[in-house]
């Protein structure tokens, strides 16, 4: 159902008010996790005032240590739902456990599934069968036919709103936190329909990288970009070091914006 031979056009995933795919560039921005009202409703007015489409931001964090910051649960959907109220943006959120599903989908506009859980077809199997807009990223360790056979998992089951994200790969190259691999998203646009967007944040682990990668985004044709963004990095309980300040974020916009004229002639 993913494959292009199946279903040829390009799928347009509806985040409420938000259309990705289908020819556009969509900007998801936001904090790595919600750590307080100031720090979510502070960084969510700056993503809004520069141009991003939808408001990111975890509530349930999947952490390698057991006892860094593991996101604030109910109380961080809460306060994305005070967010999406003060900014009108829409919002993705990340579920990790298959018994949260029904919560979170009651405050997200599109349901995240991290790297960590690609495989996990059981919570898979499960997003399949609600009616919510997917966001999943490719696992670190994941093949494009891997994640392609992921994504199928949630088709099958009736759901076709599904968007792809490459975040970068485990590589032998430590100079970044991940590889990322752009190539992927030339061979995904090419084998499947659905909306192919890249998050160069995780990707690279450090924001002096993420806006030259956000340009080649959307230069090899991605959909979008999901960046992380925080009112002040040096502060951030998770993922501070990749995280644009609002100053990086407008810089970034500028150019992106500046680029998207040009890209709708390469494109066609
Ligand atoms: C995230 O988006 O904050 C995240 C944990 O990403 P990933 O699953 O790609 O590591
Ligand atoms: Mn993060």
Redesign the pocket.
Known sequence: LVSREAKPQDTVVHAGPVSVGGGGFTVIAGP??VENPEQMLCTARWAQRYGAAIL?G?AY??RTSPYSFQGLGREGLELLAQARRLTGLPIVT?VMDSSDIDLVAEYADVI?V????VQNFSLLRKLGEIRKPIFM?RGLMTTIKEFLSAAEYILAGGNDQVIL?E?GIRTFETATRNTLDLSAVCVLKEKTHLPVVV?PS?AVGNRRYVKPLARASLAVGADGI?V?MHCDPEKAL??GDQSLTPAEFKAMMEELNAMTALRRGWLA
């Open positions: 790595c996790s990111r975890g964090k999947p990340e995240q991290g790297a960590r859980n990223k994200c975040r998050d995780h999901m992380e998770c993922d």
